[in-house]
């Protein structure tokens, strides 16, 4: 006699549970849809929500939904550089240049691009709004790094900022597609500077870092820029410019 399905449920969670919090730990590196990742060194929270696919679910969504094949990227915030990788190998996009403020994750990022084969293109250097430096908050989980303290646990460090202007004057390429994951600091960008040939954004919101108003704030702004939502999920947001607004 078949056991009980409710039966079953419960115990497949129960081996979940068990493998989550046992199993986990031992990892040290783990393909996450089919991106291999370095996650020594991480804690068991960080590395359970990369195992269980959890970690940068919808920015991965968004990409597959927006990212075309041969795309040229710019990701603003870029971590450990798992959502870069994807769009190169699951969205073959032709080229893909990170910003990342923290040096450790820096590091980690041109790891991550070495177990894929890949050379990492990378500017270590916060986004913002003019050159100079500025106070970067590290966190023991990278996700809550950021230029707003947060907690105890955060490691104030000193960084070199890049604003958009000089970021494009790097770059020999305009980027078709911008990718912002910055913690609460994408209200404060000059977003009217974005390249035209940039169509494509994919960007999560943080309201409750900085307050709904500036986040639905910069939605609209973006909107009057020519972009539609074309994908929303939790706070990350696709857009499509359909139209360029003339200049003045």
């Not at 870029?78 to 990788?85: F, K, Q, R, S, T």
């Not at 990492?120 to 303290?149: C, L």
Request: with cysteine; charged share 25%.
């Amino acid at each position: 006699m078949s056991a009980h399905p409710l039966a079953r449920r419960l115990w497949t969670s129960l081996k979940r549970r068990v493998y989550l919090h046992l199993g986990v730990p031992l990892f040290r590196t783990w393909a996450l849809n089919g991106v291999p990742l370095c996650v020594r060194g991480f804690c068991r929270a960080m590395k359970v929500a990369i195992v269980s696919g959890r970690y940068e679910r919808a920015e991965a969504e968004a990409c597959r939904s927006l990212v075309r094949s041969g795309d040229k990227i710019v990701e603003l915030g870029a971590a450990v550089g798992y959502v870069g990788l994807f769009c190169l190998t699951q969205g073959a996009a032709s080229r893909v240049v990170s910003v990342e403020a923290n040096p450790g994750s820096v590091r980690r990022l041109v790891h991550n691009y070495d177990l894929s084969g890949r050379q990492a293109e990378v500017i270590s250097a916060a986004i913002a709004a003019k050159d100079g430096e500025m106070v970067f908050y590290t966190s023991p989980e990278f996700w809550g790094d950021g230029v707003e303290r947060r907690g105890e646990r955060q490691t104030a460090i000193s960084v070199p900022t890049m604003s958009f202007r000089t970021l494009w004057s790097r770059l020999d390429f305009e980027p078709d597609v911008v990718i912002a994951d910055i913690e609460g600091a994408e209200v404060d960008l000059p977003w009217r500077e974005l390249p035209t040939a940039t169509n494509r954004i994919i960007i999560e919101l943080h309201p409750r870092l900085r307050g709904p108003a500036k986040s639905f704030a910069l939605l609209k702004l973006l909107m009057d820029l020519g972009f539609e939502v074309a994908f929303c999920r939790d706070d990350v947001f696709g857009l499509v410019r359909s139209k360029i607004p003339p200049a003045g």
